[in-house]
């Protein structure tokens, strides 16, 4: 496994005089940034009854249209470079706040089964975000010198777990354990545990704790284009990161 890297280390697109992002990309990967996203990563992603939402792409399609679109576009390159897991939470039977669904863990060349399972994915149920992040650290080895979680969200957590007494925890027993949040067209609210947590109010989810608490980075998204570029700077490295976009759609 390779080191953990920092939140200023994480790939950002540069140029070099007039040259374009393509060989800017790979003078980043010649100077050292590609082995950075090479370790085994779990996806946490939000099939929750808001992903059925219309409207605020202004199209009148929900948003998983969008979040399948990105993960078809991204997935194929990232997974040539690294083990990848995915668990989905919301739809299920039984109890609303139990339907966690571990798909797989980290996985070679698992962008097959990433993007099936998305497409196949019809949105339901409730958020129960904190238990589907915690549920992922348990799939990575808790042995590797580093690891990555990339939770993709629209909403809060609505199951009563509190994000950010996870991230405290998982930044004291898992330090080599980095947790990315994308906040995937994300409406402002106010949930009851920010009065414990002052500093992730104003419209910002809770869910941001995560990710500051562990090195990550929260990143906002509201377009097909901005999740894309999302997914790439947090599952992928400096090449992925600066490569020009291919929409699906």
């Not at 996203?37 to 929750?48: L, P, R, Y």
């Not at 999302?230 to 490569?243: I, K, P, Q, V, Y």
Request: proline share 7%; with cysteine.
């Amino acid at each position: 496994m390779v080191a953990r890297f920092s939140r200023s280390q994480l790939a950002r697109p540069f140029r070099v005089g007039g040259v374009g992002l393509w060989l800017s990309a790979a003078l980043a990967g010649a100077l050292g940034a590609g082995p950075q996203c090479t370790e085994d990563a779990m996806i946490v992603f939000d099939g929750s009854g808001s992903m059925s939402e219309m409207g605020f792409n202004h199209l009148d399609e929900p948003r998983i249209f969008d979040a399948r679109r990105a993960m078809r576009q991204v997935m194929p390159d990232i997974a040539l470079h690294r083990r990848l897991g995915l668990i989905i939470y919301g739809p299920g039977q039984g109890g609303a706040c139990e339907n966690i669904d571990l798909r797989f863990p980290p996985l070679p060349r698992a962008d097959g089964p990433i993007i099936e399972a998305v497409d196949g994915l019809e949105p339901d149920g409730r958020t129960p975000l904190t238990e589907a992040v915690r549920q992922a650290a348990g799939a990575l080895d808790p042995a590797a010198q580093s690891s990555t979680i990339v939770l993709v969200t629209d909403g809060k957590e609505t199951c009563g777990g509190a994000p950010c007494a996870l991230a405290a925890q998982l930044a004291a027993e898992r330090p080599g354990l980095t947790v990315h949040v994308i906040g995937f067209k994300m409406r402002g609210d106010y949930f009851s545990w920010d009065r414990q947590d002052p500093g992730y109010t104003d419209g910002q989810s809770a869910t941001r704790c995560l990710a500051d608490h562990t090195g990550g980075r929260y990143v906002d998204a509201e377009t097909l284009d901005e999740l894309v570029a999302a997914l790439r700077e947090t599952l992928g490295c400096a090449l992925f990161s600066a490569r020009p976009s291919n929409p699906v759609r």
